[in-house]
């Protein structure tokens, strides 16, 4: 059922995408309230799980603080499609950012297990937006349809490849708590900067001031 919903997020992104071109200020309130709802998971959520099942307090902060750097890292190739928006504007197929964006995919993968589904919900809002931005990027692109067809079913895939090794690889789930932590560095890395940048000029929007309450009221009730 995880694999299910999460393909299915992307499906569902995708096809939005194809059907309706969204105007730039509701896209910005879907990420808005998308990066509020994962952050509220990480803090509500994840954060007292992954310190509740240790007392390696430190170095479980190392781990967070490592997938912090890892997310950074991967925003060099990935041009920040993880925040929802691409600056690439040449014609060919940014290898290098989908390669990047897969990568992330699959480790926000990794820890997915039935035992908590506030994480998956977290996931599952996280993608959406994420699959319509990439989506209309391709089409944007004017990307040969088979080649959109495969870069789509690739990252669908690649988080529930990333939650099928967590959970089948022993050395991952002997390590589960520390996965966890990097995972959470990454996603709340994604999350504070996607609030950072659906801010315009710093000026206070009341719709995204909104959206963001309504996102933290639901992962609080979750």
Do not use: C, W
Not at 113 to 129: C, D, E, Q, V, W
Not at 162 to 184: E, K, M
Request: aromatic share 12%.
């Amino acid at each position: 059922m995880i694999y299910i919903l999460l393909i299915l997020s992307v499906v569902l992104g995708a096809t939005i995408a194809f059907l309706v071109q969204l105007n730039a200020r509701f896209t910005k309130l879907l990420l808005a309230f998308s990066g509020a709802f994962l952050l509220a998971i990480v803090v509500f959520h994840l954060l007292p799980e992954v310190f509740s099942n240790t007392q390696e307090n430190k170095t479980i902060g190392l781990f967070i603080v490592i997938g912090m750097l890892a997310q950074m890292i991967l925003e060099f190739f990935s041009d920040g499609v993880e925040h929802g928006h691409v600056h690439r504007h040449d014609s060919k197929i940014p290898v290098l950012l989908l390669v990047s964006l897969f990568i992330h995919s699959f480790l926000e993968g990794m820890p997915l297990n039935t035992a908590n589904h506030s994480f998956l919900i977290g996931i599952l809002m996280h993608k959406l937006p994420i699959a319509i931005v990439i989506t209309s990027f391709l089409l944007q692109q004017k990307t040969k349809k088979i080649s959109l067809f495969i870069i789509l079913i690739a990252f669908a895939l690649m988080a529930p490849l990333g939650s099928y090794f967590g959970n089948t690889i022993l050395f991952l789930q002997d390590n589960h708590n520390y996965i966890a932590a990097l995972v959470i560095g990454v996603l709340t890395h994604v999350a504070t900067t996607i609030l950072y940048e659906s801010s315009e000029n710093h000026q206070f929007n009341f719709y995204k001031f909104l959206s963001v309450i309504v996102a933290f009221t639901l992962a609080y009730f979750i």
